[in-house]
Nanobody, 125 residues
Framework: QVQLVESGAGLVQAGGSLRLSCAASGRTFSNYAMGWFRQAPGKEREFVARITRITWKGSKVYYADSVKGRFTISRDNAKNTVYLQMNSLKPEDTAVYYC???????????????WGQGTQVTVSS
């Protein structure tokens, strides 16, 4: 199994920035695609961003339309860590954020086998 531990949550004003980190252990990190999801109160969990596993061809990143141009996902295989850099934050970005690891290649929940505990991000106006 893979354990995922998140950090970097907090409170920030609208227009500010925050970086989330997710450290993985238990399996070979480089073999997994990684994703970020979020869930606001009273809403379903939604896709935010994902990054494919790194191969000889490199890796690709994908974003939800709501965060495109503001958020950046990246990974550091040497540190077994995936990051979500969040800029120009809006109050509607307020949610619990989850990192996930999977062997698939999509934004669907079923593509991810392991999930972090979730971390709260609150954006004030």
């Amino acid at each position: 199994q893979v354990q995922l531990v998140e950090s970097g949550a907090g409170l920030v004003q609208a227009g500010g920035s925050l970086r989330l980190s997710c450290a993985a252990s238990g399996r070979t990190f480089s073999n997994y695609a990684m994703g970020w999801f979020r869930q606001a109160p009273g809403k379903e969990r939604e896709f935010v961003a994902r990054i494919t596993r790194i191969t000889w061809k490199g890796s690709k990143v994908y974003y939800a339309d709501s965060v495109k141009g503001r958020f950046t996902i990246s990974r550091d295989n040497a540190k077994n860590t995936v990051y979500l850099q969040m800029n120009s934050l809006k109050p509607e970005d307020t949610a619990v954020y989850y990192c996930a690891a999977g062997s698939g290649d999509s934004a669907e929940f079923a593509s991810y086998d392991y999930w972090g505990q979730g971390t709260q991000v609150t954006v004030s106006s």
